[in-house]
């Protein structure tokens, strides 16, 4: 047996798997069945180039390591060399110890490489084992000294049972514990849980779903220097899982919020209290915060000015009030707000919808800026009492001393007038009589002295009734009368004149029980008015009605008319139509003192008028 043969029985009864490569090309000389399994092959490669045979095995580093031994005739190894293979159509993973040795000839030339292949899987895979269990201690230490730092409670609840495998100091000291507890169950080691059985519930929850926990300021009694105490907590229970996929305890990280929550629900404390006193006091409050002036509580004394209910709170002021735009408070706001500085103003006027109406209203209000802990406004208090009452009377009697003033300087004048034309009547009579007792001017003469002295008698009554008024000295002295007996008896002067007709229409059986001068005061101040404002106007119509339970008077002229701005204003008192005096006379009291009768009968008086076609001033009488 020569040496080529002794080395073809070597390689194909080895247990090793061993291949022989002969020529530069390395063509497959002789394999055994180790090899053919490993390369998952038959005998047909043989005669092939290795490059071309098994062509998923001939990589470039390979081909590079074959060159080298077979150039330089030394040998070379490559350890632990991974090998997958497809067996049973699943890929399983192999290690081999390859030697590459060169087989020389015997003047020394190279004339192939033996390839030997051992299988060193098993141990390959023990070291990596060891080198697992290695990193998984290193990882474990890492992470229990990871828990034992941490700046946060962080433990490690291990079973169904919750055993305690790990808690940092952090976790002790927020439970009120030390390490004695480490591997008591949970239960045990926190007895004070047990009447807390929620905690558990989430624990175990935590553990049979695979899902984690999230708990913020959560409330929990602890035990902590003998003492029960209210702690809060912000927590997560998370579910430890082995690498099969099943959990195997439940890792806890929390942290102490209880200065944080108690110092909230003091805060929230401190503002119901707050709240409650804007509620409860008695001067309209509203707390208004941020820019955009949310409302945040509106008493119900400010509801009431605002003329709101409580649908405003929480909304914008400029939204809630929309009245407010173009008003000067939004923008006194806003100020406030910027230059944290109070704001006060007295009997301010401000236009806002009450009762659906947008109407004015007097207000003595305060703007008071609240700062935060780093001195920033945050919120402005509004505090207001609704002065309009009192503003409108000062500006009631401020305009009724105006017309005082004005009636008196009127009133002067109004005398003044009859009195000079009177006296200049009498000067003149005195001469006629002394040097012509006989002339004809002196019966006009005397009539003008006649009607000087009616408007001067006239004026003086009026002064006199309105006197009285003001005192509460005017009595009734009520019997039955025809109304019509009173027109006609009333009128003799208009008549007199023969400029004007009157005309009585309607019922003039009516009777009224009244007093007849005071009625008669009110007719003649009535057909008087209809003369003085229609000159032009020969006829005035006078009708009687009765209206239900009522008897109703009135005087229709067919003169100027009335402008309905200075309707309402007709019987007030000294109210004149044409303020300036110039075109009419007259104190403006006649229909004051004429409502004011009407008014102790228990009686209604009014005015309808269209300018430019007349007026009819009437009133009524209960029957």
């Known amino acids: ?83 997958d293979q497809i067996l049973n159509n699943k890929l399983r993973v192999f290690y081999y110890h390859v030697i590459l040795k060169p087989i020389k000839e015997a003047d020394g030339s190279t004339l192939g490489i033996l390839i030997t292949a051992i299988d ?50 952090s976790l002790l000291e927020l439970w009120g514990k030390d390490e004695s507890i480490i591997g008591l169950n949970l239960l045990d080691a926190l007895p004070e849980i047990k009447e807390q059985p929620f905690i558990m519930d989430l624990l175990h929850n935590v553990y049979a779903t695979n899902k984690p926990h999230y708990g913020y300021e959560t409330l929990a009694r602890m035990h902590r220097n003998d003492v029960l105490e209210d702690a809060y907590f912000n927590f997560v229970y998370w579910p430890v899982t082995e690498a099969d996929g099943k959990v195997s305890g439940v890792m806890i990280v929390a942290s102490e919020v209880t200065v944080q929550i108690k110092a909230k629900l003091s805060l929230e404390e401190s503002e119901q209290r707050f709240k409650s006193l804007i509620l409860e006091a008695p001067m309209a409050t509203a707390l208004f915060t941020g820019r955009e002036l949310l409302i945040e509580v509106a008493n119900e004394a400010m509801l009431k000015v605002w003329g709101k209910d409580a649908s405003v709170i929480g909304r914008p002021l400029a939204s809630a009030l929309p009245e407010l735009q173009g008003q000067p408070f939004l923008q006194l706001l806003d100020e406030v707000y910027t230059s944290g500085l109070a704001y006060q103003n007295n009997a301010s006027k401000a236009d806002l919808v009450v009762d659906g109406k947008l109407q004015p209203f007097y207000l003595n209000f305060t703007y008071k800026p609240l700062l935060d802990a780093n001195g920033l406004v945050y919120g402005i208090i509004n505090t207001a009492i609704d002065v309009s009452r009192q ?84 009595s009734l002295n009520k019997r039955w009368f025809k109304l019509s007996d009173l027109i006609n008896d009333c009128c003799d002067h208009i008549r007199a004149q023969n400029m004007h007709e009157l005309v009585l229409k309607g019922d003039t059986e009516l009777k009224v ?79 004051y003192i004429s409502a004011e009768i009407i008014a102790r009968h228990g009686g209604k008086i009014g005015v309808d008028s269209t300018p430019g076609k007349g007026s009819t001033f009437w009133f009524t009488l209960p029957l």
């Not at 390689?11 to 798997?17: C, G, Q």
């Not at 043989?46 to 045979?53: D, H, L, M, V, Y």
């Not at 009636?407 to 200049?424: D, I």
């Not at 008087?528 to 020969?538: D, I, L, R, T, W």
């Open 1 to 83: 047996m020569n040496e080529f043969e002794l080395l073809h029985t070597v390689i194909e009864e080895s247990p090793i798997a061993m291949a022989l490569c002969t020529g530069r090309d390395m063509t497959i000389s002789l394999v055994n069945k180790c090899m053919l399994y490993i390369w998952q092959k038959d005998r047909s490669i043989i005669g092939k180039p290795f490059r071309t045979a098994i062509p998923e095995s001939y990589t470039p580093t390979l081909d590079q390591h074959l060159k080298k031994v077979y150039n330089s005739g030394k040998s070379f190894e490559i350890p632990e060399r991974r090998w």
């Open 120 to 169: 060193v899987t098993a141990q390959v895979q023990a070291q990596q084992e060891v080198e697992v269990k290695e990193d998984v201690y290193q990882n474990d230490l890492r992470f229990r000294n990871l828990i034992a730092q941490a700046p946060v409670a962080i433990g490690l609840l291990h079973g169904w049972d919750m055993l305690v495998e790990t808690a940092n100091t």
């Open 391 to 474: 503003v409108k009377a000062r500006l009631e009697l401020e305009e009724l001393s105006r017309k005082k003033d004005e009636f008196l300087s009127v009133a002067s004048h109004e005398l003044k007038t009859p009195l000079t034309s009177l006296k200049a009547s009498m000067q003149l009579l005195g001469r006629l009589f002394n040097t012509d007792p006989t002339s004809s001017v002196i019966p006009v003469f005397i009539k003008k002295s006649n009607i000087s002295l009616i408007k001067i008698l006239t004026l003086i009554d009026d002064l006199m009734h309105l006197s009285k008024m003001q005192q509460g000295q005017i």
């Open 513 to 591: 029980y009244a007093d007849f001068s005071r009625i008669d005061q009110v007719v003649v101040n009535f057909v008087n008015n209809a003369v003085k404002y229609a000159p032009g106007s020969k006829k005035i119509i006078l009708r009687i009605e009765k209206k239900r339970d009522n008897a109703r008077m009135s005087v229709q002229d067919f003169g100027i008319g009335i402008p309905s701005d200075k309707q309402e204003h007709l019987f007030d008192r000294y109210y004149r139509v044409d303020s300036s005096g110039i075109q009419f006379s007259g104190l403006g009291l006649g229909l």
